[in-house]
């Protein structure tokens, strides 16, 4: 592969305007003719020609106001159009015919089932026609469309719709214009036979906004609580950030094919189905919170994406981060913000931090790509977000809104950089955030030290940080850390203002600036320097530091500490994050000890268990405890517990970590706690899933324990759950409850899993549910289910959400198979290099998976590598081809 590498230092600025954007599609089948005029400005002291971006275009026309040009006047290759002699100011216009039915890579216009829709970011605007494509060129859009009347009534595009009606030859036409200056990222057309579901909203200043959700007529009933959502998110957006929408109308269209979750084009947005529709049928508790926030997400884009927009895609975190900060704290103020924060650090140290030590790892903001598209990642986006969390933390509340509010003002109406963000935040607060910025330039996950040394009268924390080298950063610098600790004694909060009475005292001589505690309790410092020592006098014995709380900086901790200080913390630290933190950390430390023989962690874990589980007996129905200590019970991943000890086999992992669950499953009667939480009729509201979370994590383990205690009690229970689940939260839980009993034989479980289908055959996300929890079955044979459910006449590789819920949650969520001989890395190197032909990013994405190799003990890390070097014999796209090579440099 050798692609262009594009770098951050060598942004030039585009040498003209495109002061208007008139586009008119003809969609018709077989080819779709697509004009375009650009009003054209020569920007001072310029003089370079005109350089269009297009790819896969069938140019048919092209003319400067009015007089089409001759072939000496311009030039054009595979990936641009290149006009010679452009004046000060001229009209462009260019015709190009392009076949949207054939198009499977699902960026620029395609067609999904019977509808056309659009997805232009980061570079599918030059695959509709050629354009500047770059998102520092923004423009005002004015878009014709004309269809078939019969199978596209519904015609849409960004803005207000300007006519609409039958055209001469019996067609329909509709014009739309969009008055916002946008760069063609944010460009998005829709033509179908779509049903819509319609409300209202009413901005604080008392403008009327027209809210349309739109689907396939037969998904629109799974369109009420996005539409809730949505609201919601309007009227937080102003109260929060002092956010307003702006268009008279905004419009969000579920498509069934899309690479991504969602897209937030200017008052189109477009997504997913599996991203929006909601129904207690086709989504589970998880679903519903994961739509909730997409819907949110992709709302305040509108200021965080469209109104300031990014100057360069270097800068992509500017909109991705911030706008992740943004939706995370929508959630947790909808919701329960204790446990919002525990679910996103779970899927951080998952999903993030495993990335940020292989090979692709890269800063938060890039210095280079080869792929824009390969930097849509866990770095971007969540990290992106920690590193906004993190300045709001060192600001404060009030000042780090002042300083959004002075970023939105400066920045309206235009493309800027991470650099604008930040000095818009040390203007308005004074800090001085000149070390801060290393966060977004340096790669690599921190690692936080921390020794403890006692005495009589005092207990010293030494606190070391540390980064290993990434790719082209092989040493590292000290990064400013927000620490946030606290004490905990006697199952108390120690410090704070009853601790300053009783004489407590904390000091710090090498942290930058110490805060004092709050009232409760959580003190917070800069860490600044390589080693800073903390120091607290006149302490109780039993005290035990809280460390981290609220996860206040995205780090790892190597902390050991005295028997019993994890349990204690587990159970009784005030700061939710941390009391879940020593759990999964104990439960962590029991799978990672178990071949070291070492009983006493295993029993520090179980009696820990042991009271999680009273304490769930006795835990209030409010939305939070319950979930809460369902979160605490789930043990951690293998993939976050590699992180831990990488060159560890991985199947070893798997195994201890299966004997942990048999002994949790076996120290307490689970089967009272499930009982203890029944399900009623379905609500998707806090109070009931927290009780469903709880319920689902006790039933694992009941269903481990009667699997081998009592296998026909175990078949009857998941039997009568299965039928009386009235929701799919409770019939997945159910099936994969079936799927995961090795007592039940294969013919058993296939005539559940074929009710299953046959029940909801005509539902495609609940289809995909069907197909992930099979492809997470970990009990042996797996690749060999997973293949015959390739033959499967739901299974179609042109979708992704079909691919995702078979062969990505195989790939990511089954160790036990996947990693079982090197036949599934080959399975997957084949999958890879077959999609890849069609749909270069799925396939990128899945390549992914692979590129860890060097995380993995020898054979497998080995055989692993083998398949990368074989997928890179292969013709690849520049997608694929970056991460595979980038994986095996
Ligand atoms: N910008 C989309 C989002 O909000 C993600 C996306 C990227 C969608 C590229 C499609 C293509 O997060
Ligand atoms: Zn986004």
Same mark, same amino acid.
């Given at each position: 592969?050798?692609?262009?590498?594009?770098?951050?230092?060598?942004?030039?600025?585009?040498?003209?305007?495109?002061?208007?954007?008139?586009?008119?599609?003809?969609?018709?089948?077989?080819?779709?003719?697509?004009?375009?005029?650009?009003?054209?400005?020569?920007?001072?002291?310029?003089?370079?020609? *005109?350089?269009?971006?297009?790819?896969?275009?069938?140019?048919?026309?092209?003319?400067?106001?009015?007089?089409?040009?001759?072939?000496?006047?311009?030039?054009?290759?595979?990936?641009?159009?290149?006009?010679?002699?452009?004046?000060?100011? +001229?009209?462009?216009?260019?015709?190009?015919?392009?076949?949207?039915?054939?198009?499977?890579?699902?960026?620029?216009?395609?067609?999904?089932? @019977?509808?056309? +829709?659009?997805?232009?970011?980061?570079?599918?605007?030059?695959?509709?026609?050629?354009?500047?494509?770059?998102?520092?060129?923004?423009?005002?859009?004015?878009?014709?469309?004309?269809?078939?009347?019969?199978?596209?009534?519904?015609?849409? @595009?960004?803005?207000?719709?300007?006519?609409?009606?039958?055209?001469?030859?019996?067609?329909?036409?509709?014009?739309?214009?969009?008055?916002?200056?946008?760069?063609?990222?944010?460009? #998005?057309?829709?033509?179908?036979?779509?049903?819509?579901?319609?409300?209202?909203?009413? !901005?604080?200043?008392?403008?009327?906004? =027209?809210?349309?959700?739109?689907?396939?007529?037969?998904?629109?009933?799974? +369109?009420?609580?996005?539409?809730?959502?949505?609201?919601?998110?309007?009227?937080?957006?102003?109260?929060?950030?002092?956010?307003?929408?702006? *268009?008279?109308?905004?419009?969000?269209?579920?498509?069934?094919?899309?690479?991504?979750?969602?897209?937030?084009? &200017?008052?189109?947005?477009?997504?997913?189905?599996?991203?929006?529709?909601?129904?207690?049928?086709?989504?589970?508790?998880?679903?519903?919170?994961?739509?909730? @926030?997409?819907?949110?997400?992709?709302?305040?884009?509108?200021?965080?994406?469209?109104?300031?927009? +990014?100057?360069?895609?270097?800068?992509?975190?500017? &909109?991705?981060?911030?706008?992740?900060?943004?939706?995370?704290? %929508?959630?947790?103020?909808?919701?329960?913000?204790?446990?919002?924060?525990?679910?996103?650090?779970?899927?951080?140290?998952?999903?993030?931090?495993?990335?940020?030590?292989?090979?692709?790892?890269?800063?938060?903001?890039?210095?280079?790509?080869?792929?824009?598209?390969?930097?849509?990642?866990?770095?971007?986006?969540?990290?992106?977000?920690?590193?906004?969390?993190?300045?709001?933390?060192?600001?404060?509340?009030?000042?780090?809104?002042?300083?959004?509010?002075?970023?939105?003002?400066?920045?309206?109406?235009?493309?800027? !950089?991470?650099?604008?963000?930040?000095?818009?935040?040390?203007?308005?607060?004074?800090?001085?955030?000149?070390? %801060?910025?290393?966060?977004?330039?340096?790669?690599?996950?921190?690692?936080? @030290?921390?020794?403890?040394?006692? $005495?009589?009268?005092?207990?010293?924390?030494?606190?070391?940080?540390?980064?290993?080298?990434?790719?082209?950063?092989?040493?590292?610098?000290?990064?400013?850390?927000?620490? /946030? *600790?606290?004490?905990? $004694?006697?199952?108390?909060?120690?410090?704070?203002?009853?601790?300053?009475?009783?004489?407590?005292?904390?000091?710090?001589?090498?942290?930058?600036?110490?805060?004092?505690?709050?009232?409760?309790?959580?003190?917070?410092?800069?860490?600044?320097?390589?080693?800073?020592?903390? $120091?607290?006098?006149?302490?109780? #014995?039993?005290?035990?530091?809280?460390?981290?709380?609220?996860?206040?900086?995205?780090?790892?901790?190597?902390?050991?500490?005295?028997?019993?200080?994890?349990?204690?913390?587990?159970?009784?630290?005030?700061?939710?994050?941390?009391?879940?933190?020593?759990?999964?950390?104990?439960?962590?430390?029991?799978?990672?000890?178990?071949?070291?023989?070492?009983?006493?962690?295993?029993?520090?874990?179980?009696?820990?268990?042991?009271?999680?589980? &009273?304490?769930?007996?006795?835990?209030?129905?409010?939305?939070?405890?319950?979930?809460?200590?369902?979160?605490?019970?789930?043990?951690?991943?293998?993939?976050?517990?590699?992180?831990?000890?990488?060159?560890?086999?991985?199947?070893?992992?798997?195994?201890?970590?299966?004997?942990? !669950?048999?002994?949790?499953?076996? =120290?307490?009667?689970?089967?009272?706690?499930?009982?203890?939480?029944?399900?009623?009729?379905?609500?998707?509201?806090?109070?009931?899933?927290?009780?469903?979370?709880?319920?689902?994590?006790?039933?694992?383990?009941?269903?481990?324990?009667?699997?081998?205690?009592?296998?026909?009690?175990?078949?009857?229970?998941?039997?009568?759950?299965?039928?009386?689940?009235?929701?799919?939260?409770?019939? #997945?839980?159910?099936?994969?409850?079936?799927?995961?009993?090795?007592?039940?034989?294969?013919?058993?479980?296939?005539?559940?899993?074929?009710?299953?289908?046959?029940?909801?055959?005509?539902?495609?996300?609940?289809?995909?549910?069907?197909?992930?929890?099979?492809?997470?079955?970990?009990?042996?044979?797996?690749?060999?289910?997973?293949?015959?459910?390739?033959?499967?006449? #739901?299974?179609?590789?042109?979708?992704?959400?079909?691919?995702?819920?078979?062969?990505?949650?195989? /790939?990511?969520?089954?160790?036990?198979?996947?990693?079982?001989?090197?036949? /599934?890395?080959?399975?997957?190197?084949? &999958?890879?290099?077959?999609?890849?032909?069609?749909?270069?990013?799925?396939?990128?994405?899945?390549?992914?998976?692979?590129?860890?190799?060097?995380?993995?003990?020898?054979?497998?890390?080995? /055989?692993?590598?083998?398949?990368?070097?074989?997928?890179?014999?292969?013709?690849?796209?520049?997608?694929?081809?970056?991460?595979?090579?980038?994986?095996?440099?």
């Amino acid at each position: 592969m050798n692609e262009k590498t594009t770098h951050r230092l060598e942004y030039r600025p585009y040498s003209f305007e495109v002061s208007e954007t008139q586009l008119e599609f003809d969609l018709r089948d077989g080819e779709t003719v697509v004009q375009s005029v650009l009003s054209i400005v020569r920007k001072p002291g310029t003089t370079d020609s *005109l350089v269009l971006d297009g790819v896969g275009l069938d140019l048919r026309r092209i003319a400067i106001d009015g007089v089409a040009l001759r072939g000496n006047e311009y030039s054009v290759d595979d990936r641009s159009l290149e006009i010679f002699d452009v004046g000060e100011r +001229c009209r462009v216009e260019v015709t190009v015919a392009i076949r949207p039915e054939d198009n499977k890579a699902l960026e620029g216009l395609y067609k999904s089932r @019977s509808m056309y +829709c659009t997805q232009c970011e980061a570079e599918g605007f030059r695959h509709i026609t050629y354009y500047p494509d770059r998102p520092d060129v923004l423009s005002r859009f004015t878009t014709g469309i004309t269809a078939d009347a019969e199978r596209f009534p519904v015609l849409l @595009s960004n803005g207000n719709r300007t006519a609409a009606g039958p055209t001469q030859d019996g067609r329909y036409r509709a014009t739309w214009h969009d008055p916002f200056p946008k760069p063609a990222y944010l460009f #998005a057309l829709v033509a179908g036979d779509l049903a819509v579901l319609e409300d209202e909203f009413v !901005t604080r200043s008392g403008r009327n906004v =027209a809210l349309r959700i739109y689907s396939e007529p037969h998904n629109i009933g799974q +369109c009420d609580f996005p539409m809730a959502v949505l609201k919601r998110a309007m009227r937080w957006d102003e109260e929060r950030f002092g956010r307003e929408y702006d *268009l008279d109308v905004f419009m969000i269209v579920a498509v069934e094919d899309f690479n991504h979750g969602a897209m937030e084009n &200017k008052g189109l947005n477009i997504f997913n189905t599996s991203a929006i529709l909601a129904h207690k049928d086709t989504a589970t508790d998880d679903r519903f919170t994961f739509v909730e @926030s997409v819907v949110a997400h992709e709302y305040f884009h509108n200021w965080s994406g469209n109104r300031v927009t +990014c100057r360069d895609w270097f800068q992509l975190s500017l &909109k991705e981060g911030f706008t992740v900060y943004r939706d995370q704290e %929508f959630s947790a103020d909808m919701n329960s913000p204790e446990l919002k924060r525990i679910d996103d650090v779970a899927s951080l140290r998952s999903d993030q931090f495993p990335e940020d030590s292989g090979p692709l790892a890269h800063p938060v903001r890039p210095d280079s790509y080869v792929e824009i598209s390969n930097f849509y990642t866990g770095t971007v986006y969540k990290k992106g977000a920690e590193v906004v969390r993190m300045i709001a933390t060192l600001l404060g509340r009030e000042r780090f809104r002042a300083g959004c509010d002075a970023y939105f003002d400066r920045h309206d109406g235009s493309a800027v !950089t991470i650099e604008d963000f930040v000095k818009a935040m040390e203007d308005t607060s004074g800090l001085d955030l000149s070390l %801060f910025r290393r966060w977004y330039a340096q790669a690599g996950t921190p690692i936080l @030290s921390v020794r403890e040394r006692r $005495s009589d009268e005092a207990l010293e924390l030494a606190i070391r940080q540390t980064c290993e080298p990434t790719p082209d950063q092989p040493t590292k610098q000290p990064l400013p850390i927000p620490l /946030a *600790l606290g004490v905990v $004694s006697d199952g108390q909060e120690t410090l704070g203002a009853a601790g300053i009475e009783n004489g407590f005292d904390v000091s710090c001589e090498t942290a930058a600036e110490v805060q004092n505690p709050d009232a409760g309790g959580t003190v917070v410092l800069r860490a600044d320097q390589p080693e800073t020592i903390v $120091s607290f006098r006149n302490l109780p #014995a039993n005290a035990e530091v809280s460390l981290l709380r609220g996860f206040s900086a995205p780090l790892k901790v190597d902390y050991p500490r005295r028997p019993g200080a994890l349990g204690e913390l587990a159970l009784n630290d005030p700061d939710q994050f941390a009391r879940w933190d020593a759990a999964q950390t104990l439960l962590g430390n029991a799978i990672l000890d178990a071949g070291s023989g070492g009983g006493n962690v295993a029993d520090e874990a179980l009696a820990m268990v042991r009271a999680l589980a &009273k304490a769930a007996l006795a835990a209030p129905d409010d939305g939070v405890a319950k979930a809460l200590i369902a979160a605490s019970l789930a043990l951690p991943n293998e993939s976050w517990l590699l992180e831990l000890v990488p060159g560890t086999d991985i199947l070893a992992i798997f195994d201890a970590r299966r004997a942990l !669950t048999d002994q949790i499953a076996d =120290a307490v009667d689970w089967l009272s706690l499930v009982e203890a939480n029944p399900t009623g009729a379905y609500r998707p509201d806090l109070r009931d899933m927290a009780r469903r979370r709880l319920r689902h994590q006790a039933l694992r383990y009941a269903l481990n324990h009667l699997d081998r205690t009592d296998p026909a009690r175990a078949h009857e229970l998941t039997t009568s759950l299965m039928t009386d689940a009235d929701n799919l939260t409770d019939r #997945a839980a159910a099936l994969r409850g079936i799927v995961g009993l090795s007592s039940l034989n294969a013919e058993e479980k296939g005539k559940h899993l074929d009710t299953f289908y046959r029940d909801w055959s005509h539902e495609a996300l609940v289809v995909d549910v069907w197909f992930n929890v099979q492809a997470q079955n970990p009990l042996p044979g797996g690749l060999d289910r997973v293949r015959a459910l390739e033959q499967h006449e #739901a299974f179609n590789p042109t979708n992704p959400n079909k691919v995702r819920a078979l062969v990505s949650a195989f /790939a990511n969520g089954n160790p036990r198979n996947f990693h079982d001989g090197d036949g /599934a890395y080959r399975w997957l190197g084949e &999958k890879i290099v077959e999609i890849d032909v069609f749909n270069r990013n799925l396939a990128a994405r899945l390549a992914k998976t692979l590129i860890v190799w060097r995380r993995h003990d020898a054979p497998r890390g080995l /055989a692993m590598r083998g398949t990368l070097e074989w997928i890179r014999d292969h013709e690849l796209s520049p997608d694929t081809g970056e991460v595979v090579d980038k994986g095996l440099a």
